[in-house]
């Protein structure tokens, strides 16, 4: 999908357009993040990456041909460059909050992994109260994979 417009002012005219909407969107997204809702967050992926793909398809047209862009209003295009620093702000912010989000994932899940390990270490044991593990009975293994990538 690419923008259609019927000259430079228009085309600058949908670039803040969007580019404002792609704000609000990442802005939304890093606020969920921020409050510890990413399944709030999940919600707007969609838009997300729709605006996003268009945005970068437009910004590369405009990069290989600035004259797309060079005839419309020197005002408009200030406006389009604040809108685009705006954009830059709210997406080192959604950067930061989904960074963040991550490393507390990996601390609930390496929490979940480490409990999962110690209760399966006291399950075995030497003396009168010792058990079993279950496994050795060939019941199934509780598995737990961790993803140092991730």
């Known amino acids: 999908m690419a923008l259609a417009a019927d000259d430079a002012a228009d085309r600058v005219e949908q670039l803040i357009i969007l580019t404002?909407?792609?704000?609000?969107?990442?802005?939304?997204?890093?606020?969920?993040?921020?409050?510890?809702?990413?399944?709030?967050?999940?919600?707007?992926?969609?838009?997300a990456a729709r605006l996003a793909n268009l945005y970068r398809h437009e910004s590369g047209r405009v990069r290989?041909?600035?004259?797309?862009?060079?005839?419309?209003?020197?005002?408009?295009r200030r406006a389009l460059i604040r809108?685009?620093?705006?954009?830059?702000?709210?997406l080192a912010r959604h950067g930061r909050a989904v960074v963040a989000a991550k490393f507390i994932t990996e601390g609930l899940v390496r929490s979940i992994a480490e409990?999962?390990?110690?209760?399966?270490?006291?399950?075995?044991?030497?003396?009168?109260?010792?058990?079993v593990p279950p496994a050795a009975?060939?019941?199934?293994?509780?598995?737990?994979?961790?993803?140092?990538?991730?």
């Open 20 to 47: 404002e909407r792609l704000t609000d969107v990442v802005a939304q997204q890093a606020h969920c993040f921020e409050a510890h809702r990413p399944q709030d967050a999940a919600a707007l992926t969609e838009e």
């Open 137 to 150: 009975y060939g019941a199934a293994a509780t598995a737990i994979t961790l993803n140092q990538r991730a």
């Open 64 to 76: 290989a041909d600035p004259g797309l862009v060079s005839a419309a209003p020197s005002d408009r």
């Open 115 to 131: 409990e999962v390990a110690s209760k399966r270490e006291q399950l075995a044991g030497y003396g009168p109260g010792a058990r």
């Open 83 to 90: 809108a685009t620093e705006a954009f830059d702000v709210e």
